[in-house]
């Protein structure tokens, strides 16, 4: 085998599904030595998959040499390169799967393509140490309740339209928000909602385990516009609707798959708020709550790196003429051998 | 309220504590929907009331239906409590494990023939899960927890619901969800007919594709 560094193997990973371009630097053995991540902030609008896929290209190499050198690990130290093979943006997935067949051929390594959804369950697991959750997956592309089941993670339910951090993205666009580097959407949501009071009736739309999203944003964005209402009183209002709709579809996988944690996971979970509901949610059901610290938890190239890790040890690697991205790879067609 | 002797909680459930009971020499079940500190008070408030509002009303109109529900004996909206008949049986969920594949395919026609009834007349259930239904001892499946149910002809509903039906069996009963949703799906079909049923279940599958990275809208490895 290739690489080692005083006896400890690495592995690389690269995440770029969407708007964030991240390498990350794992040992085989669980520690992370880098986790770096650049992110495009789109000037108006929301992601423009080719837009963001240029920014990824552009800072790719930027962003692997600050990763080689925080983790101290040259490239001939490394023994896999993992890459984030899907679910995710086309564009954005193809510019690191480049990235990464490019490191992988160049240093002959062995690569290994990895479900983006597994990856974020499987740093939770490793940075919270919960074993066998059932977890919240939040973020401005996906709204998932997952828990493993006979060599796969389940989804058990999941928004029937939009993810609920994309709800918060365009509500907060709508009414004239504006994200900076460093505070995006849902942060800025977040701090006006703690201004709010009055709570504002909004569509609540539980369906058995899976959630609607869309019917919600429309009425605030409406609600809104008809000036009738304080922003503050709308954030809140969308917030503790919204939020109160995915802890009670956690709270009934949680019942029905009977485990004791609960994980919170995706840049959504880094909201005060959401993780103080699941909390309260999971400590009335005696389960432990864990919520992902936010570097782990938003998407970020540790994860990939990490899950590599596990894949590489239990003998999946991608061939090259098989690393082709998949943009609508479910979580649930994935295998993670590791877990029994 | 009074009367109910001899109660014991026997399922903490989502939304609701079940308690087993006594009550007028009747042994029943009491549903007792807790308030939520997760959630602000107002919300939290509205929710549970209008479910125990509707619960008893969607239950009393699937009998009229042919779908078997429990009897409501009481119900105390202030409380957001309803105490209902017990249904000595076994969830269906645990009985598609052990059943045989004649057994479940049974089962699942009679299911598919319930779900027909229901949307026939004009009720979705809303959380069609195999943990939902109980087989009593004399063979009848009934129907529980109607809390996220509607009295609508919309086709939109009954699709979402015929959906979280083979959700429902992909998620739990993941080694034989395909068998056991065609059976559901012939049952169905002999009741509203097979246009509307295949209607209904292209429509089922029109909403899968606007969820995320699922079915057809799924690109072969580019």
Not at chain 1, 147 to 158: K, L, Q
Not at chain 1, 283 to 295: G, L, Q, R, S, W
């Amino acid at each position: 085998m290739k690489g080692n560094k005083n006896g400890q193997l690495y592995c690389l990973g690269i995440e770029s599904s969407a708007d964030d371009f991240s390498v990350g630097i794992s040992s085989f053995d669980g520690r992370i030595l880098a986790n770096i991540v650049d992110a495009y902030v789109p000037i108006e609008g929301g992601i423009h998959p080719r837009e963001a896929a240029r920014h990824h290209a552009e800072v790719a190499g930027n962003v692997l040499k600050q990763a080689f050198k925080v983790s101290n690990i040259k490239p001939r130290d490394l023994s896999a390169i993992a890459f984030s093979q899907g679910p995710g943006l086309g564009p954005c997935l193809r510019t690191g799967a480049t990235v990464a067949r490019a490191l992988a051929s160049f240093l002959g390594l062995p690569l290994v393509g990895v479900n983006h959804c597994v990856a974020h369950i499987e740093i939770g697991r490793l940075k919270t140490g919960v074993r066998d959750p059932v977890t919240l997956y939040v973020s401005g592309g996906n709204t998932i309740i997952a828990a493993y089941d006979s060599g796969r993670y389940r989804v058990f339910g999941e928004t029937l339209d939009i993810a609920l951090g994309n709800c918060l993205d365009v509500f907060a666009r709508e009414v004239g928000l504006r994200q900076k580097r460093g505070l995006p959407f849902g942060a800025v949501v977040e701090r006006i909602a703690r201004e709010g009071k009055k709570f504002v009736q909004l569509p609540y739309a539980v369906k058995g385990m899976d959630m609607s999203l869309s019917g919600l944003l429309t009425a605030a964005v409406s609600l809104f516009r008809s000036r009738k209402y304080r922003l503050a009183d709308l954030c809140y209002s969308l917030q503790e609707t919204a939020f109160s709709m995915v802890t009670e579809v956690t709270e009934r996988a949680l019942t029905h798959v009977e485990k004791k944690e609960v994980l919170l996971t995706g840049g959504v979970a880094a909201n005060k708020r959401l993780q103080t509901m699941i909390r309260s949610m999971a400590k009335e059901h005696d389960a432990h709550f864990d919520n992902v610290p936010t570097e782990f938890a938003i998407d970020n190239g540790a994860m990939v790196a990490w899950t590599g890790v596990l894949s590489w040890t239990h003998g999946a690697v991608t061939p090259f003429e098989a690393s082709c991205v998949r943009p609508r790879w479910r979580l649930e067609e994935a295998e993670v051998p590791w877990l029994h | 309220m009074a009367t109910l002797k001899r109660s014991v909680l026997i399922k903490k459930g989502a939304e609701a504590n079940l308690y087993l009971g006594e009550w007028k020499g009747r042994r029943v079940i009491v549903k007792k929907r807790l308030p939520k500190e997760y959630r602000p008070s107002q919300l939290d408030l509205q929710i549970r009331t209008y479910r125990t509002v509707h619960e008893p009303q969607l239950m009393h109109e699937a009998k009229k239906a042919g779908v078997p529900t429990p009897l409501v004996y009481l119900v105390d909206v202030e409380n957001a409590t309803i105490i209902m008949q017990y249904v000595d049986g076994k969830q269906v969920k645990q009985l598609l494990g052990e059943a045989t594949r004649r057994e479940r395919q049974h089962l699942c026609f009679r299911i598919g023939c319930l779900v027909g009834l229901l949307h026939k007349w004009g009720i979705v259930h809303g959380d069609l899960t195999t943990s939902n239904m109980i087989l009593d001892s004399n063979g009848a499946v009934f129907f529980v927890d109607f809390g996220l149910g509607e009295k609508t002809a919309e086709f939109e509903a009954r699709a979402v619901d015929l959906h979280l039906m083979k959700r429902a069996l992909q998620s739990t009963h993941f080694e034989f969800a395909d068998e056991c949703m065609r059976d559901v799906v012939k049952g169905y079909a002999s009741i509203v007919g097979t246009e509307v049923s295949e209607k209904l279940i292209e429509k089922a599958e029109e909403i899968e594709r606007r969820g995320r990275y699922v079915g057809e809208r799924k690109d072969k490895r580019v």
